[in-house]
T-cell receptor, first 115, second 116 residues
Framework: NAGVMQNPRHLVRRRGQEARLRCSPM?????VYWYRQLPEEGLKFMVY????????ESGMPKERFSAEFPKEGPSILRIQQVVRGDSAAYFC?????????????FGPGTRLTVL | GESVGLHLPTLSVQEGDNSIINCAYS??????FIWYKQESGKGPQFIID?????DKRQGQRVTVLLNKTVKHLSLQIAATQPGDSAVYFC???????????????FGKGTLLTVNP
């Protein structure tokens, strides 16, 4: 049973380019969460999605950032016109159900470097 | 605002010793707490969790203690091994009645180094 998969693992972009980060949840999981981690800091919640729905995007910047979780395929976190401050590790987590205290399983992360 | 934070940023112990990592939280409405281990270059890995209606929970070599009176959480690792070296984060999740029982709030982390 494969865990949460993220790709690419490392992504380098120049300022102004677009970054697309992909996340495939664990099999049977329909809830996806994206977190951002700056160096030597804890993870910060960005967005919570279910299939074809954004449930909570309160942690995501209003400008340049968007997320989707289509009916088919992985969840995508998209950052347009990247700036150096976007450099961070982006982690995706998935869980099977919202009810109860369900563990969020994390992927290995995508490390974005903006030159 | 609400936050979860740690008392000690680094902890160095000898192999075989017991380790204690502490965490303070400020949201008294939180009803679920988790400890994660993060090794270099990897994602957080679940270690142990505890609900707010408990004050202690034990796993294999790990124990989590919750003191709601002072809003304090600790992780105890028995017989620490070199493989335990990592950054440890506590995380808190809001209550269901608060409508945010999915969003994890992480502390900054404690770097645990185990010396052989």
């Amino acid at each position: 049973n494969a865990g949460v998969m993220q790709n690419p693992r490392h992504l380098v972009r120049r300022r102004g380019q677009e970054a697309r980060l992909r996340c495939s949840p664990m099999k049977g999981h329909s809830h996806v969460y994206w977190y951002r981690q700056l160096p030597e800091e804890g993870l910060k919640f960005m967005v919570y999605l279910q299939k074809e729905n954004i449930i909570d995007e309160s942690g995501m910047p209003k400008e340049r950032f968007s997320a989707e979780f289509p009916k088919e395929g992985p969840s995508i976190l998209r950052i347009q016109q990247v700036v150096r401050g976007d450099s961070a590790a982006y982690f995706c987590a998935s869980s099977p159900l919202l009810e109860g205290h369900n563990e969020q399983f994390f992927g290995p992360g995508t490390r974005l470097t903006v030159l | 605002g609400e936050s979860v934070g740690l008392h000690l940023p680094t902890l160095s112990v000898q192999e075989g010793d017991n380790s204690i990592i502490n965490c303070a939280y400020s949201n008294s409405a939180s009803d679920y707490f988790i400890w994660y281990k993060q090794e270099s270059g990897k994602g957080p890995q679940f270690i142990i969790d505890i609900r707010s209606n408990m004050d202690k929970r034990q796993g294999q070599r790990v124990t989590v203690l919750l003191n709601k009176t002072v809003k304090h959480l600790s992780l105890q690792i028995a017989a620490t091994q070199p493989g335990d070296s990592a950054v440890y984060f506590c995380a808190e999740r809001g209550s269901r009645s608060g409508g945010s029982n999915y969003k994890l709030t992480f502390g900054k982390g404690t770097l645990l180094t185990v010396n052989p």
